[in-house]
């Protein structure tokens, strides 16, 4: 079980920037439980969870959900396992608990995913 650990929340203003990271417990990618996977989900009060964005730890690829493009960037460091999710020109209607994810999936299903950070509040005011 990979233990993850959330950080970089915090209330901004409309078209302001924030940077979330995830930090894990354990490498994603290793020789011995093979490749984690690692993907971003946002909760709104009373709203489902919802996909944001996932990198694909081997090569670094990335996907996002429609409401993401060109305004967030997931990334990651190489040397400490990192997972950063870079968002900028936020909008009130990303508001809510952002979360992250690993798995050994490639999709983008919340229930695929087994390890999960306890999430961070994100607030854009108008």
């Known amino acids: 079980q990979v233990r993850l650990l959330e950080s970089g929340g915090g209330s901004v203003q409309t078209g302001g920037s924030l940077r979330l990271s995830c930090a894990a417990s354990?490498?994603?990618?290793?020789?011995?439980?093979?490749?984690?996977?690692v993907a971003w989900f946002r909760q709104a009060p009373g709203k489902d969870r919802e996909f944001v964005a996932r990198?694909?730890?081997?090569?670094?690829?990335?996907y996002y959900a429609e409401s993401a493009l060109g305004r967030f960037a997931v990334s990651q460091d190489n040397a400490d396992g990192t997972v950063t999710l870079q968002m900028n020109n936020l909008k009130p209607e990303d508001t809510g608990v952002y979360y992250c994810?690993?798995?050994?999936?490639?999709?983008?299903?919340?229930?695929?995913?087994?390890?999960w950070g306890k999430g961070t509040q994100v607030t854009v005011s108008s």
């Open positions: 990198i694909m730890v081997l090569d670094g690829s990335t």
């Open positions: 354990l490498r994603f990618r290793s020789a011995s439980r093979g490749i984690y996977n």
């Open positions: 994810a690993a798995g050994a999936t490639t999709d983008i299903q919340s229930r695929s995913y087994t390890d």
